[in-house]
DNA sequence: ATAAGGGTTCCCCTTACTGGAAGGTCAAGG
DNA sequence: CCTTGACCTTCCAGTAAGGGGAACCCTTAT
């Protein structure tokens, strides 16, 4: 199977697919032509990927992951340790994001919108320091 | 003003404020030792850029930012439509966020996390392709 | 004189790819 | 046999927003 048909079957673009195997996630095979070919098991660790990277995992996650995933004697615990940290760090970037988003939406709210200078958002951003000092 | 007194007042990192200088956004004197001489007004322009910037906005945005804040003409409207659409791209992630952290969730609380191999998170990621293939 | 603690530039590293150039390969048609 | 077009290959550069560190200059105090 060459490159393109494994994109078709993994989801994955070709550039993403030669990038994993420059990484070392995939080692598929070379013809004599020096074409990359597929093997079912490539497109299968692919489709993992894919997956995996689709739920946020990083790549070094899905390194482990994928190491977790060909180890049949792993523990669960290891792999739901992993998805627990990155569950974790979504959740911190969630909070994040909802402060931000409070702020920008009570911004963008008290904003007239206008042809007028006056704006809250610049307001905001401006430097009122702290009273004290 | 030297750099790192800057870096105090502003609260951004020197190494950020040199870029800052660098991509454009501030352009503080040089003194004859070859040293960055940073006015209030450049103290005043990076305390802005490290709110805008901890709202999330981009450094183009802040570019953006900048130059409405800075000209006394501007209308509100085009501050209000910038917010807005920085706004619309955090709801965006928070929406695929919440999207993983759902999916997560469940598969964490469903993964025994014992020392057994058999685990669903990693059955979730295994390639169920589909039925009918 | 020298040591510490500023400052400066420059280049590489990060994440996870994406785009593009230059060139080899393959199958079909004239 | 040649060409054309669609593949495939490698390598180089760039993305966002800086961080780390080297090598070197400036200033001030001892």
Redesign the interface.
């Known amino acids: 199977m060459n490159i393109s048909q494994v994109a078709l079957r993994s989801g994955l673009p070709p550039k993403t697919i030669r990038y994993y195997e420059d990484i070392g996630l995939i080692a598929p095979d070379r013809g004599a032509n020096g074409y990359r070919q597929f093997a079912d098991e490539d497109v299968?660790k692919l489709?993992?990927l894919n997956?995996?990277r689709a739920?946020?995992f990083t790549i070094e996650d899905c390194r482990k992951?994928l190491a977790?995933?060909e180890?049949?004697?792993?523990?669960?615990?290891d792999?739901?340790?992993l998805?627990?940290e990155?569950?974790a760090r979504?959740?911190m970037?969630?909070a994040d994001?909802?402060d931000?988003?409070r702020?920008?939406?009570d911004?963008?709210d008290a904003?007239?919108?206008?042809?007028?200078?006056?704006?809250p958002?610049?307001k905001?951003?401006?430097?009122p320091?702290d009273i004290r000092d």
Do not use: Y
Request: hydrophobic fraction near 45%; include cysteine; charged fraction near 25%.
């Open positions: 299968h489709t993992f997956r995996a739920l946020g992951l977790l995933w180890d049949q004697t792993r523990a669960s615990s792999v739901r340790a998805a627990r990155h569950l979504i959740e970037k969630i994001l909802n931000m988003r702020t920008l939406a911004l963008v904003c007239a919108g206008d042809d007028r200078p006056d704006c958002i610049l905001r951003l401006d430097a320091l």
